[in-house]
């Protein structure tokens, strides 16, 4: 790779996907993407948890910045599947800070809100995390492991992420868009508060944050804080559909195997003025969605 070549790590997943597209669309980057299958075949395949695969994969290109998009991101399954969560959320994130540090690249990684208790929200990156389940736990310790053997290295911490994107997990969108679909009634909790963040801008922060060589911690989110009922309610209104569909729940009716944080709100200021981001409203957001889902003819 030239010395303008980014490697991006979990491109199979959503964030990954919107990566590759921001950096071919807007960057001249020379861009290597990753995949754990490898089933793709514009993907290479790698195990980030595979710690000489790490260092020969990087050792062989010689990105000058590396973006890992890979995670363990199933919040229930990590209280149950501690082992590989946290293999792939902090150990393998430690492969990755000490292949760049060995072979001169910058890495940006991504975290998460639930580093935070959700006590008060409005979260800063100067917040104490003290994160309440083990997903949490295991992104905070990727994000120390990675301070700990990396000075090039910008950490962005998202929340309630989604968009649209081929193949991937089912994200809070897609899931109230399939609910709706149905036509009958259904609950969603009022008691989980934060910013929904669209993938697609969460990746153009990415890419602000490698073009302004930005190092350290930024809070990346959606400019509106609101309830995950009040978000279903945005949704249906934006794709068309009843919002009167939605009702509306608390969070201990839904016996969710993880503690989450009930308001992890976020502060933006610091990417907002370091790195010229204007954080969208969610009608924006979705509204952005909807015309990449009709192009793609996933709804009419
Ligand atoms: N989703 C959210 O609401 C949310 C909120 C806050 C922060 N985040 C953070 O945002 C980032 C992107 O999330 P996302 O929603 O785009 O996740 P995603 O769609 O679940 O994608 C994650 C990708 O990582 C891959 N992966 C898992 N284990 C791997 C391994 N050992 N080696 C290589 N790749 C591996 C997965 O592959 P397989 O599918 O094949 O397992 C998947 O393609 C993550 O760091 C996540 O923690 C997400």
């Known amino acids: 790779m030239s010395e303008n070549g980014i490697l991006i790590v979990g491109a199979g997943g959503l964030l990954g996907q919107k990566l590759v597209e921001v950096f071919k669309r807007e960057s001249e980057y020379a861009i290597v993407a990753s995949e754990l299958s490898g089933n793709n075949d514009s993907l290479i395949s790698l195990d980030i948890t595979e710690r000489q695969k790490v260092m020969d994969c990087v050792a062989e290109l010689r990105p000058s910045v590396i973006v890992n998009a890979a995670a363990f991101t199933d919040v229930d399954r990590a209280e149950t599947e501690r082992e590989l969560a946290y293999k792939v959320n902090a150990t393998a994130v430690g492969h990755l800070a000490e292949a760049a540090n060995v072979f001169n690249a910058k890495l940006v990684h991504i975290s998460t809100d639930y580093v935070f208790n959700g006590q008060k929200g409005n979260y800063e990156e100067n917040s104490l995390p003290d994160p309440l389940g083990y997903y ?64 697609d801008e969460l990746a153009y922060a990415v890419l602000k944050v490698v073009e302004r060589n930005a190092k350290g911690l930024y809070h990346v989110s959606g400019f509106d804080v609101m309830s995950r009922f009040e978000f279903a309610r945005k949704i249906a209104a934006v ?15 839904l016996n969710q195997k993880a503690k989450r944080p009930m308001n992890s709100s976020f502060v933006c200021l610091k990417a907002q003025t370091e790195l010229g981001l204007k954080m969208p409203t969610v009608e924006d957001s979705l509204t952005i969605m909807k015309r990449q889902m009709k192009q793609a003819g996933v709804i009419n």
Not at 155 to 175: A, D, E, M, P, S
């Open 136 to 199: 949490g736990k295991t992104k905070l310790a990727g994000e120390n492991l990675a301070k700990a053997q990396l000075e090039d290295l910008a950490i962005l911490r998202t929340q309630v992420l989604y968009g649209f994107g081929k193949g991937i997990k089912k994200n809070f969108v897609l899931w109230v868009l399939d609910k709706l679909k149905e036509g009958a009634g259904f609950s969603v909790v009022t008691d989980q508060v934060g910013n929904p963040t669209l993938a």
């Open 239 to 253: 794709f068309g559909h009843d919002p009167g569909l939605i009702s509306q729940m608390t969070s201990d009716k």
